[in-house]
């Protein structure tokens, strides 16, 4: 490569030198000589990436070989082990003629017992999965002015709808205020989509006693505020009343203290509180696999 360049140089300095050809000629061999250079840059380029491709080559080639050794490493070390466990086994049954009943017994009770630890397991990750769908399109469908009255929680794979009571009710009474109407559609709609879930609507008061004549204790006040909210959810908007249960709880379920004025405000609300249907789950209880590895249903 460093002898192509230098004859050029050589030829055209004679040239020069002895004054024997003329401007055009060159020219043109001061452009060959340019190009030349040129070449030679690339194929130095060419060489030099060439070979840092080749050392990344041989790294990963060293890479691989370090990959593959541990691997061997790691089959021989899982072949002794089968062998071991292999002896184990075959001592076993030749101490015991009726080792391999037993052991054919066992192992159907574990496949058994498995299963059954499957099905739980899918029926909880279905449920957990549709509750995080249900509480997505339910905080989707609210506006932000209710999103600050409307608290949505999954606990336990239980969706909690917690709603303030200065937002569904007048104040001091257990009618449903037109306000709350709107809201109480768009839970409904998210109630009406998901068959599969039960609805508990569960009433809660502060400590103040109410005092009204119609109305005994605070029992009497959150359980029909419940049921109001109830009979709106099944009259106005079609949930079917076999998945809906009114309840109140009074005073008794406090989640703040009732000594100021933030804390009965929290303290008075209505939970919507969305479950999967435990029947599905008493039907998965009743295949449990008994002593003898069979479903009790069988």
Partial sequence: MKRSFFIPLMVSACIVMTGCVSKKQFTGLEANHKKLQTEYINLKQTYQNAQVELAEYRASAKNLEERLAESQKTNSELREDYAALQSSLDKSIQQNTQGNVNISKLVDEINASNRFIKQLVEAKSKSDSLNMVLTNNLTRSLSRDELQ???????????????????????????????????????????????????????????????????????????????????????????????????????????AGNDTELGRQRNRRTQIIITPKLDQFMDLIDQAPDSDGVSSNE
């Fill in 149 to 255: 009255e409307v608290d949505i929680k999954v606990l336990k794979g239980v969706v909690y709808i917690s709603l303030a009571d200065n937002m569904l009710y007048k104040s001091g009474s257990y009618e449903v205020n037109d306000r709350a109407h709107e809201t109480l559609s768009k839970i409904a709609k998210i109630i009406t989509d998901y068959k599969d879930y039960d609805v508990l609507v569960e009433g809660n008061t502060d400590t103040v006693p109410i005092s009204r004549t119609n109305i005994r204790n605070n029992w009497d006040l959150s359980a029909l505020r419940a049921s109001s909210v109830v009979q709106v959810l099944q009259n106005q908007y079609g949930v079917d009343p076999k998945r809906l249960t009114a309840a109140g709880r009074g005073e008794y379920n406090p989640i």
